[in-house]
């Protein structure tokens, strides 16, 4: 791939998520150690990874590929005790065997992937303390992106989530020049985009190792990979397990060159204010585990003037953060009025969500969608019953006021001058 793009088209929109310098301004050509407060960055492959740590968070990445490696061969070493034993049935062999074949050339290919990245599963102690998610917690969302959706089988998924971020790009009757998508896990949805709209250069930032590895593998590198897949509880006339081979998408334009993988966290976002025209928020806004207000400053700080965000995805809270901000989409509206945003478009649908072809079980969402467009002046609108915008949207800067000294005070009773 031409490494020329990733310095001229990516780096510039970067900065250092610790001190906030700007990447041209405190970064060596090429180099990803920032001069300003000395903190050093690393890459995965071609993918810049950004965090306040630094190096240190890729030990993170490694621990939790040490945890997942671990778990994948004691699950496969208590298999293939199973299928040692003389007391099976054929039907029960058959199914213990599908099960281990799946999970095998999973571990083998997963780790393979996560190796040629340069995360290599590594027990550490010390991070052994943090609470640290689970790299498969996700791994459905590989399925659903890259191969559960073939020419055999296909599945309306991942076409239904494509036609309802165009439909409001079609709706605003412009052509984006510069696309984020904050979440963008396995990477299907940002390439569909990116390969549909056609703009000046796409960023897919995700913090999930493996999602940005196989983005990039399949993406960039247009590398297939094969993948295995396996249920739990029995479907009748179903598989117990599959295996699927992820193939690159098709890209006869070079399209590929202008879409990148970042790895970075939105509460310490690696990218400079104002960077982009238009941010894709797919499946994010209840996950994030934050404050959706806050959430709001961070794409309102990233959005240049007359820019839009176009979110979609449900409101399924997870279940750590306090009800009180478990918000609906009517407090959420409030908050990008106040946040000087105004509400373009917004609908919601119910549709199909993680439908897999060897499951008879399945699941739908009800998905809101909508476009907001940044002002572009930092005036805030006001709300009724809310006394000042700044109050409730903490990003919000507070306006200038003349308060009284201790010299003052005898010259003001109850904030009147007397």
């Known amino acids: 791939m031409n490494n020329n793009f990733l310095q001229t088209l990516l780096y510039p929109l970067l900065a250092c998520p610790r001190c906030g310098t700007p990447h041209d301004s405190?970064?060596?050509?090429?180099e990803t150690v920032c001069t300003h407060c000395k903190i050093a960055h690393f890459q995965i492959g071609e993918i810049p990874c950004f965090f306040p740590s630094g190096t240190e968070h890729k030990l993170i990445w490694q621990f939790q590929a040490g945890v997942m490696q671990k778990t994948a061969i004691h699950g496969l070493e208590s298999i293939a005790e199973s299928l040692s034993r003389y007391d099976l049935s054929n039907a029960t062999r058959q199914r213990l065997g599908e099960i281990y074949h799946s999970c095998e050339l999973s571990q083998v290919?997963?780790?393979?992937?996560?190796?040629?990245?340069?995360i290599t599963p590594?027990?550490?102690?010390?991070?052994?303390?943090?609470?640290?998610?689970?790299?498969?917690?996700?791994?459905?969302?590989?399925?659903?992106?890259?191969?559960?959706?073939?020419?055999?089988?296909?599945?309306?998924?991942?076409q239904n989530a494509l036609n309802r971020v165009i439909s409001q790009i079609d709706a605003l009757n412009i052509k984006p020049k510069k696309i984020l998508v904050l979440g963008a896990g396995a990477g299907r949805l940002s390439w569909d985009i990116h390969s549909h709209v056609k703009p000046e250069i796409s960023v897919a930032l995700d913090s999930h190792p493996l999602m940005l590895s196989i983005s990039d593998w399949l993406i960039r590198q247009q590398q297939p990979i094969a993948l295995g897949e396996f249920k739990i509880f029995p479907q009748i006339g179903f598989q117990s397990g599959q295996v699927h081979t992820l193939t690159p998408p098709a890209d006869p334009e070079n399209l590929r060159e202008r879409w990148f993988?970042?790895?970075?966290?939105?509460?310490?976002?690696?990218?400079?204010?104002?960077?982009?025209?238009?941010?894709?928020?797919?499946?994010?806004?209840?996950?994030?585990?934050?404050?959706?207000?806050?959430?709001?400053?961070?794409?309102?700080?990233?959005?240049?003037?007359?820019?839009h965000w176009i979110n979609t995805g449900p409101l399924l809270f997870t279940r750590h953060i306090p009800v009180q901000i478990k918000y609906n989409s009517p407090e959420i509206k409030e908050f990008l009025t106040l946040s000087g945003f105004k509400l373009v478009t917004d609908n919601v649908q119910v549709s199909d969500h993680l439908v897999s072809p060897i499951e008879a079980r399945g699941r739908t969402e009800q998905i809101w969608t909508f476009t907001a467009s940044k002002s572009a002046t930092p005036d805030a609108n006001t709300v009724d019953g809310v006394a000042a915008p700044w109050l409730v949207m903490h990003h919000l800067p507070v306006p200038p006021s003349n308060y009284s000294t201790k010299e003052d005070r005898k010259s003001y009773v109850k904030g009147k001058s007397v």
């Open 261 to 307: 993988g970042l790895g970075g966290n939105i509460w310490h976002m690696p990218i400079q204010a104002g960077s982009f025209d238009m941010i894709i928020t797919p499946w994010l806004v209840d996950v994030t585990g934050g404050d959706v207000r806050d959430l709001i400053g961070v794409v309102s700080n990233l959005l240049a003037p007359g820019g």
């Open 26 to 30: 405190s970064f060596e050509q090429g």
């Open 122 to 158: 590594l027990i550490n102690e010390q991070v052994n303390q943090m609470n640290i998610g689970d790299l498969s917690e996700y791994y459905d969302l590989i399925l659903r992106d890259w191969a559960w959706d073939t020419t055999e089988n296909p599945s309306t998924e991942n």
């Open 109 to 118: 290919n997963t780790f393979n992937l996560l190796e040629q990245y340069g």
